[in-house]
């Protein structure tokens, strides 16, 4: 039998906030335990891998995580990583310290691998996940493209991917990177499909945030933004005072999803903040009925 991510995406959901997922750092952590009251119990929190932090303060993170009662998804970052044993010990500690069962891996932006992981297939090639009892995997999905990938090598990628987790014995979940376009989102969810890739998949939307604060995420991060996309988002290049929510997007994608777009739910990217962001999810569902 195929594995699945948890048997309750196996269950439609009214609502498309329903059951989504967040992104907290290790520095934010203050600032998750006082919107923790707000957020549902057992959601998902991935916790990046960033540079300048150490393996220390990321086992903290997602032990403060399970701790609060939500499902920690640690982040480990390939070209990072400078050996196996490391890999190794923190793949261990925050399985039994912190009750880890899903991870997120990604190639990671360094172009020199600081050890022997190249990319994410050099991770998983270890077998170190299934062995430490992990369920899920979490990949990638890149509807505005790939720096260094054609959109063709995109889907080869990320069908390989998927196959190699899910031969593991473990679930595959896409979570692709945030964007302003969700006509987009949703041209891309049917390429997916028509694909044969049925993986559940957690649109990344970016949280309420200042507009000069998202556009620099964007910039970071390689996703389109020009003057048309961003005006579907509701923002304008003439205009950078103030701050934006994913209003418009969230609704766009409400109105496009179809049962053909499969399982799928929203993952936030708090830009501006994690209590802004649960405030605005908050307010969104009120207003949704």
Not at 31 to 43: F, G, M
Not at 93 to 111: K, L, M
Not at 219 to 230: E, N, P, Q, T
Request: a negative charge; aromatic letters at 8%.
């Amino acid at each position: 039998m195929k594995p699945v991510v948890h048997p309750n995406w196996l269950v439609r959901h009214d609502r498309i906030t329903e059951g989504y997922s967040l992104e907290v750092t290790a520095k934010d952590i203050p600032a998750l335990e006082a919107a923790a009251p707000q957020i549902w119990q057992e959601a998902p929190i991935a916790v990046p891998f960033l540079p300048g932090e150490t393996n220390e303060a990321r086992i903290a993170a997602a032990k403060a995580v399970r701790g609060r009662g939500f499902e920690p998804m640690p982040h480990l970052s390939a070209r990072r990583i400078e050996s196996f044993a490391e890999f190794d010990a923190y793949l261990k500690a925050v399985v039994d310290e912190a009750g880890v069962q899903r991870c997120f891996i990604v190639a990671g932006d360094p172009p020199v691998p600081a050890g022997p992981f190249a990319d994410t297939s050099s991770l998983l090639a270890t077998g170190a996940f299934e062995a430490a009892g992990i369920k899920v995997i979490g990949i990638g999905g890149h509807p505005d493209g790939h720096p260094v990938m054609s959109e063709e090598e995109c889907w080869q990628v990320l069908d390989a991917k998927c196959h190699d987790i899910e031969a593991r014995g473990m679930a595959a979940l896409i979570v692709t990177q945030f964007g302003f376009d969700a006509d987009r989102v949703l041209r891309w969810l049917a390429e997916l499909r028509a694909r044969g890739l049925d993986q559940a998949v957690r649109i990344g939307v970016p949280g309420p945030a200042g507009i000069k604060t998202l556009l620099r995420y964007a910039a970071f991060c390689g996703v389109g933004a020009s003057a048309a996309v961003l005006a579907k988002y509701g923002l304008s290049l003439g205009n950078l005072i103030g701050s934006a929510g994913p209003d418009k997007f969230v609704e766009r994608l409400r109105a496009g999803l179809r049962d053909e777009h499969g399982m799928v739910r929203l993952h936030f990217y708090p830009f501006g903040g994690i209590g802004r962001t649960v405030e605005w999810i908050e307010k969104f569902e009120n207003q949704s009925g």
